[in-house]
């Protein structure tokens, strides 16, 4: 189908705002990192490093989408345990113990994410002077160099689940590829706003690392075979964002009646 039949058809307009909604949505987990992690630099490196971050999300998710074949691969099985799951009351394996590249990928991103989301939470509540992401007086822990790598890494995690999401739902590339390019976008326009609303919030920096936390683990569980709802995982984020929101305007309110 060409692109004029293309923008004449109702359905592919459905599939391509579906779609950019979709990849918005899993960007947020993406842009959360690399706000919390730009923000460890000095701060006139913050835009610059974000920037590179988000340009590489692009590239990989292009890269991964002129590869389709590549990404078929992705989901064939590589290797299975040699023993079976407990099968549960309804006759199926709660997990699954044959691994795709794809699911290796996931788990190996998983484990970074939970791995750096516990080391920052740990400096956070150490009462010992640390180079943590809530004092704001502690020297910078992190080089530009040291930054880039790991926003690297968890790019190749979010743009492969990502590709895999928009080849789920589409056969039209020209279709993956505007929304790529959209989401990827908004991501570009948001990352500067919420990188320093983040910094200029302590508290919301703990609820964004609970928040890499919590995908850290799904992405483990996506690894082996057990699919959680992402409707689930980001109502929670929603309604943990809204209770901070009201705790803010909380705190805000009791300054002001100090204030007079």
């Known amino acids: 189908m060409t692109l004029l039949e293309l923008a004449a058809d109702p359905a ?34 913050r835009t610059k490093a974000r920037r590179i971050g988000i340009s590489l999300a692009l590239i990989m998710r292009l890269a991964l989408l002129s590869t389709l074949a590549f990404l078929a691969g992705l989901t064939a099985t590589v290797f299975q345990l040699p023993f079976s799951p407990p099968v549960g009351a309804d006759g199926h394996a709660p997990f699954d113990l044959a691994f795709s590249w794809r699911d290796l990928i996931l788990i190996a991103g998983g484990l970074f994410l939970v791995w750096k989301a516990t080391t920052e939470i740990h400096h956070s509540v150490d009462p010992r002077p640390s180079e943590d992401l809530l004092d704001k007086k502690a020297p910078v822990a992190m080089n530009f160099g040291a930054a880039i790598f790991q926003i690297l890494m968890i790019d190749l995690v979010f743009s492969v689940d990502s590709i895999l999401t928009a080849v789920g739902m589409t056969d039209h590339l020209p279709i993956m590829i505007i929304a790529v390019i959209t989401a990827v976008t908004v991501m570009l326009v948001a990352s500067e706003p919420l990188a320093n609303f983040i910094n200029n919030n302590p508290t919301v920096v703990m609820l964004a690392l609970g928040f890499l936390l919590m995908i850290g683990a799904v992405l483990i569980a996506e690894g082996f075979g057990v699919h959680v709802p992402k409707g689930y995982i980001y109502g929670a984020m929603a309604f943990s964002a809204l209770v901070e929101g009201l705790n803010m305007a909380s705190r805000n309110a009791a300054k002001k009646r100090e204030g007079q």
Do not use: H
């Not at 990849?23 to 490196?45: A, C, H, M, R, Y």
């Open 12 to 45: 592919a307009w459905a599939a391509l705002i579906t779609l950019i909604v979709m990849e918005v949505v899993l960007g947020i987990d993406n842009l959360v990192f690399i706000s919390i992690l730009t923000n460890k630099l000095p701060e006139e490196q």
